[in-house]
């Protein structure tokens, strides 16, 4: 599967975007879905992930109360909703794609299976 991420931008500290991951290649109701992010100088990250049905959503602590992860299987594309930005969410966001429990992505970068080029997010105080 191939993944593409896109709604990046620069944003003011407080304001809101939205990411988009549109897939190809495979239908993306066959994988948990998620976002990770990495900041310069630091490791990648988890954000959220949600499982393959969308019942279930797992998010960084972080990140929990602003931002939201979603699914449309019928347009093979994952949403993050990121809300109440904050200076420190900057950073390079990446959607995952991963063949197991979409939970795993929860433990960190180390088992996905597939990845998107990533969209830059900038938040200026």
């Known amino acids: 599967v191939q993944l593409q991420a896109s709604g990046g931008g620069l944003v003011q500290a407080g304001g809101s975007l939205r990411l988009s991951c549109a897939a190809s290649?495979?239908?993306?109701?066959?994988?948990?879905m998620g976002w990770f992010r990495q900041a310069p100088g630091k490791e990648r990250e988890f954000v959220a992930a949600i499982s393959r049905s969308g019942s279930n959503t797992y998010y960084a602590d972080s990140v929990k109360g602003r931002f939201s992860i979603s699914r449309d299987n019928a347009k093979n594309t994952v949403y993050l909703q990121m809300n109440s930005l904050k200076p420190e969410d900057t950073a390079v966001y990446y959607c995952a794609a991963e063949t197991g429990v979409a939970v795993s992505m929860t433990r960190g970068p180390g088992d996905i299976d597939y990845w998107g080029k990533g969209t830059q997010v900038t938040v200026s105080s």
């Open positions: 290649g495979r239908t993306v109701s066959s994988y948990g």
